[in-house]
């Protein structure tokens, strides 16, 4: 009996996880308000980010995956001076736009649907490269919405828009993979795996030779 049982779950687990995938993407599209879209506080999600804010100041930041903005209001605190950040969730741009009003940091934040990868993602970036690239909490929402190849293809491009930090955070149980494909990208770890209550944290290098 536990056996049968057993041979029942694993057969429906593939068809389950991509169902709870697109669960959470129409809960991000339909989502009203930003706080249905995040585990933890907005402290946890700067988790371990203070590590790397000395290296701001007058610095470019892609947010992919950029939430209300308060990660990207953090970086601006520490003089950063040029952001476009982008989510799925008009809920969330909107709270991002807001909490930039009035701010004399260069931001752009509009709505873009990540699993359309790297295509979807161009039309809304308007620099070919940036200091910073934040892709937090992002990989594990992604897998499920995207075949391996392509959420591969659509990391390569995410790592080359960094031309000089690299952050990313997931569940630790993906860490590794990410890791290894973003040093093979021509980054090396700087600081991390950083455990913290949302995920783990890692700041990689661009490697200039």
């Known amino acids: 009996m536990i ?7 694993k057969g429906i687990l593939p068809v389950y996880r991509p169902a709870l995938k697109r669960t959470y993407r129409e809960k991000a599209i339909n989502a009203e308000t ?6 933890g506080t907005p402290e946890d999600r700067l988790h371990g980010l203070d590590q ?11 947010d992919a995956g950029c939430h209300d903005g308060g990660v990207a ?20 741009i909107k709270a991002a736009q807001s909490r930039f009003q009035g701010s004399s940091v260069d931001t752009r934040f509009s709505v873009c649907d990540l699993a359309g990868g790297a295509n979807n993602l161009r039309g809304h970036l308007r620099q070919s490269k940036y200091d910073f690239v934040c892709y937090l909490g992002i990989h594990h929402h992604l897998r499920g919405q995207m075949s391996e190849h392509e959420l591969a ?8 828009m ?3 930090f690299l952050i990313v955070r997931c569940p630790s149980k993906f860490m590794n993979d990410l890791r290894s494909r973003i040093i093979k990208s021509s980054f090396t770890l700087l600081r991390g795996p950083i ?6 944290l890692m700041i990689f290098q661009r490697d200039h030779s």
């Open 73 to 92: 209001w953090a970086f601006a605190s520490h003089g950063i001076a040029f952001i476009d950040g982008v989510d799925i969730s008009a809920a969330c």
């Open 162 to 164: 960094s031309s000089r």
């Open 3 to 9: 056996s049968r049982i057993k041979y029942f779950i």
């Open 153 to 160: 293809d659509f990391e390569s491009f995410i790592f080359s």
């Open 52 to 62: 790397i804010f000395s290296f701001a100041n007058g610095a470019s930041l892609l």
């Open 195 to 200: 455990e913290g209550p949302v995920g783990d």
């Open 34 to 39: 930003p706080e249905l879209l995040i585990s």
